[in-house]
Nanobody, 124 residues
Framework: QVQLVESGGGLVQPGGSLRLSCAAS????????IGWFRQAPGKEREGVSCISSWNGATYYADSVKGRFTISKDNAKNTVYLQMNSLKPEATAVYYC?????????????????WGQGTQVTVSS
């Protein structure tokens, strides 16, 4: 059973940092690319970042490039999203999902179940 569980969200002041975790079960990170998406209040979900299954290639949306870093620990079967210099616009529920093709990470059809996600709130 393929399952992903997000954690690590919380309340942080502008300019602060958070690290989100995406724990995988039922498969290994060699099987699929992993993408991070987010949905802010009143807005549609948008792609944030993605990491490939084999060579560690990464993708970042322009809005987070230079401030967010995606990584993975294969031994722990966990993907991370380090978020630095956080802005209020980053306030959203963050989700991680499996992707079959890294190059189509941000535009592939949505998964049947987004899961619970983890809430990130950037506010003073």
């Amino acid at each position: 059973q393929v399952q992903l569980v997000e954690s690590g969200g919380g309340l942080v002041q502008p300019g602060g940092s958070l690290r989100l975790s995406c724990a995988a079960s039922g498969f290994t990170l060699d099987d699929y690319a992993i993408g991070w998406f987010r949905q802010a209040p009143g807005k549609e979900r948008e792609g944030v970042s993605c990491i490939s299954s084999w060579n560690g290639a990464t993708y970042y949306a322009d809005s987070v490039k230079g401030r967010f870093t995606i990584s993975k620990d294969n031994a722990k079967n966990t993907v991370y999203l380090q978020m630095n210099s956080l802005k209020p616009e980053a306030t959203a529920v963050y989700y991680c999902v499996t992707r079959t093709l890294f190059k189509l990470c941000m535009i592939s059809p949505p998964p049947p179940d987004w899961g619970q996600g983890t809430q990130v709130t950037v506010s003073s």
